[in-house]
């Protein structure tokens, strides 16, 4: 069965974040130019993945029922949702570097969209 994966405005302005950041680096001579795009195509096509497999990563909160996807080749991680209905979704809501994530798990927000 394929799920259908698609991204909150969370999620894309996250994909924006990183983009700005890697590309400041490049900028600042401490990043190969090709790192913002190989970062981005990495992440994209890890996220793709989940069309087939999304629960085989673990729930890491119950009460929102929220997913992580570890990235480990860039150190970012995958926040998500599988919602099983007539369409099978897969709802990504935050990518992170997992730098950002003692912060962010500890301040974790419920999604604001479904």
Same mark, same amino acid.
């Given at each position: %069965?394929?799920?259908?994966?698609?991204?909150?405005? #969370?999620?894309?302005?996250?994909?924006?974040?990183?983009?700005?950041?890697?590309?400041?680096?490049?900028? =600042? #001579?401490?990043?190969?130019?090709?790192?913002?795009?190989?970062?981005?195509?990495?992440?994209?096509? @890890?996220?793709?993945?989940?069309?087939?497999?999304?629960?085989?990563?673990?729930?890491?909160?119950?009460?929102?029922? %929220?997913?992580?996807?570890?990235?480990?080749?860039?150190?970012?991680?995958?926040?998500?949702?599988?919602?099983?209905?007539?369409?099978?979704?897969?709802?990504?809501?935050?990518?992170?570097?997992?730098? @950002? =994530?003692?912060?962010?798990?500890?301040?974790? =927000?419920?999604?604001?969209?479904?």
């Amino acid at each position: %069965m394929r799920y259908n994966v698609s991204l909150s405005e #969370g999620a894309r302005q996250d994909l924006r974040n990183i983009k700005t950041f890697l590309h400041d680096q490049v900028l =600042e #001579g401490l990043a190969p130019d090709n790192l913002p795009q190989l970062t981005l195509d990495y992440i994209k096509s @890890q996220i793709h993945q989940l069309e087939l497999f999304p629960k085989r990563f673990p729930i890491i909160d119950i009460e929102l029922d %929220m997913r992580r996807m570890v990235l480990d080749k860039y150190r970012y991680s995958v926040f998500y949702r599988v919602i099983e209905d007539i369409n099978n979704n897969v709802k990504i809501y935050y990518i992170r570097h997992q730098a @950002q =994530e003692s912060v962010f798990m500890n301040n974790i =927000e419920p999604p604001t969209e479904i």
